[in-house]
């Protein structure tokens, strides 16, 4: 059974007002709950998931899947403990920001019978969990590394060795406890939906030789895993010879992942700047390939929209492997049911209610058959969906202005923020407690209810504590904002100000220099 959205709960109206002779164009076939699959990704290293599963992972865990990673080796390249413990934990850092979590974990053993392996959950969001077999990295032909004995998974694989031993020489796996390693993880999670690399090619086609033996494992236990899940392999290395595919939000929310985990791992690139130069992982990250020849969805930037107002989404940066033609569906998953004109279309439209809400829907594309993964949108409604921030003068405690990162990036309409786009954030120089940013409006007063604040994107400079102090003389509170770059929003009640300042009062202990990536404040003139 595929598990990408079961329709339930559809109402009898709606079902009428599918039929073929509307000529609006067919109505969302909304109100639909999608059923929440459970999905397991099993890969051989820290980043391949990051890499070669992504926007697609990203996507599961965004939209609340339950979502298990498993690792079948430890990564180690041959290197020591280090270095592979590092690149755990770059998962996961990488894990926590996607799902917009901090990065705090609980560790408990994963009950392979006979075998240990830990199982990390994710505190915040129990969906979320990762499992490190630890079994050594076996190089990039299969041939190993000395201080790992030589052994490799595509040794086991084609009865070369007889077993293979953990990192640390803890647990041993022969061919067949290994898969009922596997069986047993599956059997423990229940997943609908399993995710690995290429279990089609050959080795030796410019993959690494881990990446097929962790797919022919899965391919294999997945056979002999009785509930019969979906299994969607994903190509490796080769994907560099594609056509780009992945863009706009999407790509973004994907490196910041991968840079989130490079801060692990010190052999790869971890900015927008360290990776321009870089011949693979910006390529890499720029690309996803089913092998199955599915489409990838894209369903655009989350918006903001005021009520009983126009709103288009826009799934147009949705691909097709082989440039067919896409079939476009649309389906609203939380919110205030919207009739949607177009829905069929990669720019369906609706007018929004007349009350704030906040409205979720999700992009499936179809290429004559086969159907994309998911990919998910947002749009907040409000009274004042004006960000009156982008008419303010700005002005700061103090600015990197050789870096380019001057207090007017806080006002950018942009929320980039260095490892990504360092250039559109404000940066003071080493400022920490105690910095400040004014927005004032001297042409006339503002009626403010809602600030959106956005800290600097990356993990060592984080605002744990501030002010935001109205020229009324009021202040309102403001704790820990969040870690990623994303919006922390503060509702005002709609007070009428002439400026406002946001006053720093705590800062995380790795804070070098505080910032914030941008301010949005939503209200409108006083005429
Ligand atoms: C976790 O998953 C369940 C069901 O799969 C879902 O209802 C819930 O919203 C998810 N939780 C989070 C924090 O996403
Ligand atoms: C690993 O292989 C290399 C090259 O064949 C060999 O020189 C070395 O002795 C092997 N190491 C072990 C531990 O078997
Ligand atoms: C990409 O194509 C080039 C040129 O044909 C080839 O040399 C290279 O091996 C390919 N890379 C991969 C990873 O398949």
């Known amino acids: 059974m595929p598990c990408l959205l079961l329709l ?108 240990e392996a830990p199982l990390f959950t994710l505190n915040q969001d129990p969906n979320v969990s990762l499992v490190f077999l630890r079994l050594p990295d076996g190089h990039l032909q299969g041939q190993g590394f000395d201080v790992t004995g030589n052994e490799s998974l595509q040794k ?76 969607m392999g994903y190509m490796g290395y080769p994907v560099i010879n594609e056509t780009a595919n992945i863009a706009g939000t999407d790509l973004l929310e994907k490196q910041l992942a991968f840079y989130a985990y490079a801060r692990g791992d010190p052999a790869v690139c971890n900015s927008h700047m360290a990776c321009q130069g870089d011949q693979y992982y910006p390529r890499w990250l720029e690309r996803e390939y089913r092998l199955d020849g599915g489409p990838v969805s894209n369903a655009g930037s989350p918006q903001v929209a005021g009520l009983n107002a126009l709103v288009t989404l826009d799934g147009s940066l949705s691909s097709d492997p082989k440039h067919l033609p896409l079939t476009y569906e649309w389906v609203q998953v939380s919110g205030t049911p919207m009739d949607l004109m177009n829905a069929d279309t990669n720019h369906p439209s609706f007018m929004t209610p007349n009350e704030p809400d906040t409205l979720n829907f999700e992009l499936i594309v179809t290429n004559g058959g086969i159907k994309s993964a998911p990919a998910p949108v947002t749009v907040t409604t409000m009274r004042h969906p004006e960000n009156i921030a982008l008419k303010a003068k700005v002005t700061a405690s103090s600015a990197n202005t050789a870096a380019n990162q001057t207090p007017d ?77 994303t919006a922390t929003s503060f509702d005002v009640e709609d007070r009428t100000v002439r400026s406002l300042t946001i006053r720093i009062t705590a800062v995380s202990p790795s804070t070098m220099n505080v910032g914030l990536s941008e301010v949005q404040v939503f209200g409108s003139s006083v005429s």
């Open 156 to 231: 086991l694989w084609e009865g070369v060795i007889p077993s293979i031993r953990t990192i640390s020489g803890s647990s041993s796996y022969t061919k067949d406890e290994l898969l009922k390693a596997l069986i047993s993880l599956m059997v423990d999670f229940g997943p609908e939906r399993v995710n690995t690399l290429d279990y089609v090619h050959p080795y030796g086609d410019g993959d690494h030789s881990d990446h097929h033996s962790a797919a022919f494992f899965v391919a294999e236990a997945v056979k002999s895993y009785e509930t019969n899940p979906m299994l």
């Open 8 to 115: 339930v709960s559809i109402k009898p109206s709606i079902l009428i007002r599918m039929k073929p002779s509307l000529t609006l164009g067919i109505l969302l076939s909304a109100y639909v709950t999608p059923a929440l699959c459970q999905i397991l990704n099993i890969v051989a290293h820290q980043d391949d998931d990051l890499l070669f599963l992504s926007p697609d992972l990203l996507h599961y865990i965004q939209s609340g899947h339950k979502v298990r990673t498993i690792f079948l080796t430890a990564g180690d390249s041959g290197m020591n403990a280090n270095y592979w413990q590092g690149r755990e934990r770059g998962a996961r850092a990488a894990y926590a920001l996607m799902s917009d979590a901090p990065d705090i974990w609980t560790e408990k053993d994963a009950g392979i019978p006979g075998h």
């Open 409 to 485: 990036k806080a006002i950018d309409a942009s929320t980039g923020g260095f490892p990504a786009e360092h250039t559109r954030e404000w940066v003071s120089i080493g400022g920490k407690t105690g910095s400040w940013l004014t927005l004032s409006w001297e042409s006339s007063p503002q009626v403010v209810s809602k600030i959106a604040l956005y800290d600097r994107p990356n993990l060592d400079d984080q605002i744990t504590g501030g002010v935001i102090e109205f020229d009324s003389g009021e202040r309102i509170d403001i704790g820990e904002l969040n870690n990623y770059g």
